[in-house]
């Protein structure tokens, strides 16, 4: 309960300087909290161009790495297997020993760039941005080879990226696009005890519960909302003309709400194909998990593909991540 309690703390810390601090203050601050929670020598959180195994930065915040890093990194990416790994797992955090996973006598440029900047343990994880093709990534890393980083430290990355992402595109929002104008938060996201109290809430949210809820006075959950959401675990609402999504960490709800889901046009074994299929399963794969032909594994990934119309399955991944399906 006290790790639970301490990251519900570092939540609405994080939140409440995305609104208040400008944007390299913000990614220090935000940093550092992280570190606090998962110590690492170096660091990168960056928004990348991603198209194939190729990755263009567009901006980074760096933790004690030398600013030629970057241009080091984007010349020899090519070459960097983790980054369609996640890709095609949006949200997972992946743990690397970089000696071990690049050992191939191919990777010998990437040998020696992870060797150069002391990168001889990796935590990476990318989330897509609400502007494809842009990802948000995040790299942690350790400089000696016997410090790993251990399955809690990328679970903690895990739970937290989501809302690293989103409270960096709400400051940028707030301090950038619109010159610290606070109503330009269109965030889709809030905060609030399991009593019910809003602690942060996003315009976009704010919105879209008064479209459920006529007259809702913006300060408490509405009680139907809340009493759907007082089971263990994570849950949802679904309601007229809004879907609510909800993690529990500690005694905070974590919320997020969408208009509509796309994935509602899908039938229930629609879903359960996408989401094998989004988390990088292949279709021989998906058939043999579920107990049907190839074939039909790939019928059912061509109709997924014409329902929710996309094109591939880097779309299908972020849409499932969007939607919360693959937390």
């Not at 567009?58 to 297997?81: C, F, G, M």
């Not at 010998?108 to 760039?113: F, H, N, S, T, V």
Request: aromatic fraction near 8%; proline fraction near 5%.
């Amino acid at each position: 309960m006290e790790i639970a309690d301490r990251l519900s703390r570092t939540l609405i810390e994080i939140y409440r300087a995305a609104r208040e601090l400008p944007p390299r203050d913000f990614e220090e601050f935000a940093m550092g909290l992280l570190r606090s929670l998962v110590p690492f020598d170096s660091g990168r959180w960056a928004t990348l161009e991603i198209g194939g195994s190729r990755a263009v930065t567009q901006s980074a915040y760096l933790v004690n790495e030398p600013t030629d890093i970057i241009l080091d990194w984007d010349s020899i990416n090519r070459l960097d297997k983790l980054i369609p790994i996640t890709v095609n797992s949006p949200g997972q955090a992946i743990s690397i020993d970089t000696e071990s996973f690049f050992a191939d006598r191919k990777f010998a440029e990437l040998r020696d760039y992870t060797r150069r900047y002391r990168h001889a343990n990796t935590l990476g994880v990318t989330v897509p941005t609400a502007t494809p093709p842009l990802w948000c990534a995040m790299s942690l890393f350790r400089a000696k080879r016997e410090n790993h980083f251990d399955d809690g430290e990328r679970v903690l990355l895990e739970h937290l990226m989501p809302h690293l992402a989103e409270a960096l595109a709400v400051n940028r929002a707030i301090h950038v696009d619109r010159a610290a104008d606070p109503t330009s938060d269109r965030s889709p996201r809030a905060i609030a005890s399991t009593n019910g109290v809003l602690h942060y809430a996003g315009r976009y949210f704010r919105a879209s519960l008064a479209e459920e809820w006529p007259g809702w006075n913006g300060a408490v959950l509405p009680q139907a909302l809340l009493a759907s959401l007082a089971g263990p675990g994570d849950s949802g609402f679904a309601g007229r003309s809004v879907r609510v999504c909800v993690q529990r960490v500690g005694e905070l709800l974590f919320l997020q709400a969408s208009r509509k889901c796309r994935l509602d046009e899908l039938s229930r074994r629609e879903k359960e194909v996408a989401r094998l299929y989004g988390i990088g399963k292949s279709y021989k794969e998906i058939a043999r998990e579920l107990g049907i032909t190839a074939v039909t594994s790939r019928n059912y990934i061509q109709s997924i593909f014409k329902k929710l119309a996309i094109r591939d399955k880097s779309e299908l991944s972020a849409l499932l991540y969007r939607e919360n399906v693959l937390f």
